[in-house]
């Protein structure tokens, strides 16, 4: 659109020709920022800057689910715990529970209380200052 009120339209490679005379022509598209030209100064290709949506400043909130699922494993292994206390040295106890047999997910999950439990008892060990690490003769391919 010129200053005259003129308008051209560019083909399909972004060509136009303006027959008319004018002082200055604003570019414009509807996805780029509209651009104003003097005709003494108009070069032969003019470039668009696209538009952008700029944002304020955004704040997520969330929750770390690795803290969150590892602070409630180690709560139910302490519960677990507390609710089975060992038995007494002098005395043998053995408890057998038939539902255990039937239930196959509750077996799963004992194992992998045992096995969470094990971890965490690993894990108090490296806050020690005195902790020496274990050697594992299973990660060493030389021998």
């Not at 308008?7 to 604003?26: C, H, I, P, Q």
């Not at 689910?65 to 206390?85: C, G, I, M, T």
Request: without cysteine; hydrophobic residues 35%.
């Amino acid at each position: 659109m010129t200053d005259t009120r003129h308008a051209a339209r560019t083909n399909l490679y972004g060509y136009f020709e303006m027959k008319y005379v004018f002082d200055s022509a604003t570019v414009s598209h509807p996805s780029f920022l509209s651009r104003k030209v003097k005709r003494t100064t108009l070069p032969d290709t003019v470039f668009l800057l696209k538009k952008m949506n700029l944002l304020q400043e955004v704040t997520i909130y969330g929750v770390d689910r690795q803290k969150q699922s590892l602070s409630f494993l180690k709560k139910s292994a302490q519960r677990e715990a507390a609710d089975n206390p060992p038995p007494a040295s002098a005395t043998m106890s053995y408890n057998f529970d038939f539902a255990d047999i039937l239930d196959r997910r509750r077996r799963h999950d004992k194992k992998q209380l045992a096995k969470m439990q094990k971890i965490f008892q690993e894990l108090d060990a490296m806050d020690d200052p005195l902790y020496i690490p274990p050697k594992n003769p299973e990660k060493n391919p030389s021998k």
